[in-house]
């Protein structure tokens, strides 16, 4: 009995990488494309229209790393696969934790994307190799510190900035700063749009 393909959803790259992006899914017999080229404003109406199995993302086009988050919540079904120019393992970390399942270089392989896409649409998570030259300037949104994703992580579980000082050992005026720099980075105004879903309904 032949297996259903994995539905793809290609959000739009740089015409190089998404033209080659497209050929290799259209050669393998057991994907299928089912939006291509879709512009980063309307990727999220996109995936919930398809809700494909793998949606292969453009790191680059991000403005926030909240609208990965965003896109995690809207689609929950959909496994993110993000590429971004030359991601570090931390980077890559950080987009997992805002609800991406894999994170890989736009330089990777062919057959590495082709087995990244199958992973990810089973749930597995996949990474760069830890080798991975990441030198230079990653283009898209500023992520966090491990001190600031410490402090979203608390405030997301709803505690104060009393709670979390204490239990990060610092000031409140220090959390509150950390604080700040969380909500300027991800693009929201305050604690209650750092909520999970759960809690926000």
């Known amino acids: 009995m032949k297996r259903q393909p994995i539905s793809v959803a290609l959000a739009r790259f740089e015409d190089i990488v998404g033209r080659g992006l497209q050929v290799l899914i ?27 199995r793998v949606a292969i993302l453009n790191f680059g086009s991000m403005s926030s790393a909240v609208e990965l988050r ?27 934790s805002f609800g991406a399942t894999a994170c890989l270089a736009k330089s990777t392989e062919a057959r590495d994307i082709i087995h990244a896409i199958h992973l990810a649409s089973r749930g597995l998570t996949v990474l760069p190799p830890a080798a991975l030259d990441a030198t230079g300037p990653v283009v898209g949104p500023e992520l966090l510190t491990a001190r600031e994703a410490e402090v979203l992580e608390l405030l997301q579980a709803g505690r104060s900035n009393a709670e979390i000082a204490a239990a990060l050992h610092v000031s409140i005026e220090t959390v509150r700063t950390h604080a700040r720099r969380v909500y300027r980075k991800l693009g929201v105004s305050g604690r209650r749009e750092l909520r999970r879903p759960a809690d926000a309904r």
């Open 26 to 52: 259209d050669e393998d017999d057991s994907l299928e494309l089912v939006a291509a080229d879709v512009p980063h404003g309307t990727l999220e109406q996109q995936l919930r229209s398809h809700v494909p």
């Open 70 to 96: 965003d896109l995690h919540q809207a689609v929950p079904e959909t496994r993110l696969l993000v590429l971004a120019n030359r991601p570090s393992p931390a980077e890559c970390r950080q987009m997992l």
